[in-house]
């Protein structure tokens, strides 16, 4: 079956650094999609992953352990714009399709 | 540089009324096609994706279809909607070669009523 698994909410505080994982179980895997999304609003791409490792961007950086089945997205420096959800997705083989997890919300306060 | 639009951008309609929505990308050629459902605090579920003109797959079986009648458009409809039906549908693409970064349009926020 497909799973992925991420936090439902998260609160941290603006200026600190937050860790956001993910986990997944499908059948097939071609790479690893971190999308923001703020309420209301389509998502926006972040990041993806194809290999094992860091890949850093900015403020944000997306690491994944294709043994684990496991991802994280880090999001440096937080500014009140970055309370948002955080969607992880599985791009699958095949080409065709992603599977989305249910999203992280989350609040960065003052 | 390639658009994607979608419209209505809101739409509230009575339980057993149809449904079109509508999706259509510029500025690129043979893309992938998507059509998602976000229900209220949750992830996105595929619906529909497309590889070409009148070519569908569809992920979920339910009282919704989707038809690509030209290459870069892609609708959504129901003949009767349901309650369940309500939700917040986006339509996304994707080049169809080695990206595979999906692009999403506006949305469509559905309240069956």
């Known amino acids: 079956g497909q799973n992925i698994d991420q936090p439902t909410e998260m609160t941290a505080t603006e200026g600190a650094i937050v860790q956001i994982n993910c986990t997944y179980q499908?059948?097939?895997?071609?790479?690893l999609f971190w999308y923001q999304q703020h309420a209301g609003e389509a998502p926006t791409f972040l990041s993806y992953?194809?290999?094992?490792g860091l890949e850093e961007k900015g403020r944000f950086s997306s690491f994944l352990s294709r043994s684990k089945g496991y991802s994280y997205l880090l999001l440096k420096e937080l500014q009140m714009k970055d309370s948002a959800s955080y969607l992880c997705?599985?791009?699958?083989?095949?080409?065709?399709?992603?599977?989305f997890g249910a999203g992280t919300r989350l609040f960065v306060k003052a | 540089s390639q658009t994607i639009h979608q419209w209505p951008a809101t739409l509230v309609q009575p339980v057993g009324s149809p449904l079109s929505l509508e999706c259509t990308v510029e500025?690129?050629?043979?893309?992938?096609l998507y059509w998602y459902r976000q229900a209220a605090g949750r992830g996105l579920q595929l619906l529909f994706y497309?590889?070409?003109?009148?070519?569908i797959s569809s992920e979920v079986p339910q009282n919704l279809s989707a038809s690509r009648p030209q290459d870069r458009q892609f609708i959504l409809s129901s003949k009767k909607l349901l309650l369940s039906d309500s939700g917040f549908y986006l339509c996304?693409?994707?080049?169809?070669?080695?990206?595979?970064?999906?692009?999403f349009g506006p949305g469509t926020r559905l309240t069956v009523t």
């Open positions: 497309s590889v070409g003109i009148g070519q």
């Open positions: 996304a693409w994707t080049p169809g070669t080695a990206t595979y970064e999906q692009y």
């Open positions: 499908t059948s097939g895997f071609n790479g």
């Open positions: 992953n194809v290999l094992d």
């Open positions: 997705a599985v791009h699958s083989t095949g080409g065709f399709k992603t599977i």
């Open positions: 500025g690129t050629s043979n893309p992938n």
